[in-house]
């Protein structure tokens, strides 16, 4: 069992910049691919980000590429999303994910943990 808890959210305006954070606990860190994932009001869940257990690939939907970087810290096992030059199109709940497969997942289903979720909210 993996637990899950993601922090970072707020309100901001277009252009800013937030960093999320998605605290592990339970099992091996580095045991998990992690993935970010987001949903808008409305819309389904959509893949954001992953990056493998190793740290050495990763993978971004192409709304999020070059203005969003995921990384993993070992040490404190925890992953980032980093999101710059934010949009209005990107409010959503930011979900955390982990996932215990051999390929580096984008959809959900390839995802056996997740965390509760975190607002981020960004106006024009």
């Known amino acids: 069992q993996v637990r899950l808890v993601e922090s970072g959210g707020g309100l901001v305006q277009a252009g800013d910049s937030l960093r999320l954070s998605c605290a592990a606990s339970?099992?091996?860190?580095?045991?998990?691919?992690m993935g970010w994932f987001r949903q808008a009001p409305g819309k389904e869940r959509e893949f954001v980000a992953a990056?493998?257990?190793?740290?050495?690939?990763?993978r971004y939907a192409d709304s999020v590429k070059d203005r969003f970087t995921i990384s993993r810290d070992y040490t404190k096992g925890t992953v980032f999303l980093q999101m710059n030059s934010l949009k209005p199109e990107d409010t959503a709940v930011y979900y955390c994910?982990?996932?215990?497969?051999?390929?580096?997942?984008?959809?959900?289903?390839?995802?056996?943990?997740w965390g509760q979720g975190t607002q981020v909210t960004v106006s024009s």
């Open positions: 339970g099992r091996t860190f580095s045991g998990y691919n």
């Open positions: 994910a982990a996932s215990d497969a051999t390929v580096l997942f984008s959809i959900q289903t390839g995802y056996n943990y």
């Open positions: 990056i493998s257990r190793s740290g050495g690939s990763t």
